[in-house]
């Protein structure tokens, strides 16, 4: 069965087609980084309006690329939430749009399944049951997850997402918008041991997250640099940049490896736009390796938002038997706010 995908939920426009029995078939991307970046972060408005424009060329890009044709799709699946709500809208009734003119079934999906499940196209793949971090922009969450739609909850942040810790460090830094790439980058200058900033809910006991006071501690020191300090000014940005990166990233590894113990698996999955991070990356193979366990990650250009995740993860609730594909009607809704326990 052939799935066309889409994804639409926040600044990147994504389309992808997937095979339920090969997989990844072909997908097109188009971020819309350089768009927000004068803004200092992403603009709703602009987000939908260029979601319009990118959606069909990218379509046709995407089928070109597997050789195939809109006649040869089977389903079409698309983010129905969280996100945007202007922005799922887009992708939302393009995607109901072709299912309807095709008379074949639309497959809404929950973004943070897209994330979750993207592991599973990298080689090799995790096997079920393992536990997985989900660090993205907007969410960071551990779950164990037992096999494709079931998922349970071991804990999440109490307030902001680890991708927007790098996020709002990053601008206090005055290092633009995604600042989690460009901290990241700044931090390979840096000394991470200058500065000693707190690791939030590191002893709390549970697997909860806590990231905004992060943000604060990283202010003051922003507001105790001399900003004309020419040279020491940039040493003392990256050295910042450095033990944010490392208070961040010491916070993901411990309750990452506190829910192994606690779940006893030996398989830990990363997924999200901070998955990609190479600090986070490194630590949790050492320590996971060092406990006779395995840590998978998805691609590195697939860990931000994409359209292969979205048409993958429907694929998989096909394989799973999860998707009523008889389904006929193509009313529609989106869910900008949507825990993923209740799909
Ligand atoms: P959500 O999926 O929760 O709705 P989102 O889709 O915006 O949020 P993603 O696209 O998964 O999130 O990830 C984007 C986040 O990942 C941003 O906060 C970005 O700064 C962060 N990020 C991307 N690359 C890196 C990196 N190398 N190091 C740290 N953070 C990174
Ligand atoms: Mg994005
Ligand atoms: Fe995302």
């Given at each position: 069965m052939i799935i066309l995908g889409y994804e639409s939920s926040c600044d990147e426009t994504g389309v992808a087609l997937v095979c339920t029995e090969r997989g990844l078939l072909s997908h097109a991307l188009h971020s819309q980084v350089k768009m927000h970046q004068e803004y200092g972060g992403v603009v709703p408005e602009l987000a939908s309006r260029d979601h319009i424009q990118r959606v069909l060329p990218l379509t046709a890009e995407t089928l070109a690329a597997a050789g195939m044709q809109l006649a040869d799709v089977d389903a079409v699946a698309y983010t129905a939430g969280p996100g945007l709500a202007g922005a799922l809208l887009v992708g939302a009734s393009v995607a109901q749009s072709i299912a309807w003119s095709l008379g074949r079934p639309a497959i809404p999906v929950h973004h943070l399944e897209g994330h979750l499940l993207s592991p599973l196209l990298a080689n090799p793949t995790p096997a079920f049951p393992f536990v997985a971090l989900l660090v993205s922009g907007g969410h960071t969450q551990l779950m164990r997850v037992?096999?494709?739609?079931?998922y349970a909850l071991l804990g999440e942040t109490l307030d902001d997402a680890a991708g927007e810790a790098f996020d709002k460090s990053a601008k206090l830094m005055g290092l633009g918008y995604p600042g989690g790439p460009a901290l990241s980058k700044l931090a390979e200058q840096g000394d991470p041991t200058v500065y000693d900033l707190p690791r939030p809910m590191l002893h709390s006991g549970d697997l909860d997250f806590s990231f905004s006071g992060l943000k604060t501690a990283v202010l003051t020191r922003m507001k105790s640099f001399?900003?004309?300090?020419?040279a020491a000014f940039e040493t003392a940005k990256a050295n910042l940049a450095a033990a944010t990166e490392a208070a961040i990233v010491d916070v993901l590894a411990a309750k990452s490896l506190k829910a192994m113990k606690q779940t006893g698996l030996k398989r830990l999955v990363v997924a999200g736009?901070?998955?990609?991070n190479r600090h986070l990356r490194q630590h949790l193979e050492t320590e996971m390796a060092r406990r006779g366990g395995e840590v998978f990650f998805p691609p590195l250009s697939l860990c931000t938002d994409n359209g292969a995740m979205i048409a993958f993860a429907a694929a998989q609730r096909v394989n799973a038997g999860l998707v009523d594909l008889s389904t006929s009607s193509h009313a529609f809704t989106v869910r900008p706010r949507w825990g993923l326990h209740d799909i």
């Open positions: 037992d096999g494709v739609g079931r001399d900003v004309n300090g020419g736009g901070v998955g990609a």
